[in-house]
């Protein structure tokens, strides 16, 4: 049963998430890209202080697949680091906590285009 709670808060999470995305995108004249970048930061910044690492216990994969769960990992990335290797963490901690996400990102979008052929939109 725990199970299922487990995949229920994910998915209230994550919902909420994307239902926020979309609003944006369907009342604002924000570009989807604008708000993805907005995501990340704002996991850097919710990171950063501390109020995403709650967020992420409590909803599991809701929270921390979603691009604010990508800038929160950066966030901890860098702060991690930090404490180890001192100013040279602030350049090398984000890329050492998300390169197996990002690894898989670039790898899918290559299968990806070896299936399917690109079209123009016209």
Known sequence: ????????????????????????IDKTKLTPARILVSYVVIGV?????????????????????????????LAKGVKEAVEQ????????GGLKASAGGIAAAIVCGLIVSLIFKAKDKS
């Open 1 to 24: 049963m725990e199970f299922f709670w487990d995949i229920v808060k994910a998915f209230f999470v994550g919902g909420i998430l994307c239902v926020i995305g979309q609003v944006l």
């Open 45 to 73: 910044l919710l990171g950063a202080i501390g109020l995403y690492k709650p967020l992420a216990e409590f909803a599991g994969a809701g929270a921390t697949v979603p691009l604010t769960g990508f800038g929160y990992n």
């Open 85 to 92: 290797d001192g100013f040279l963490g602030i350049l090398t």
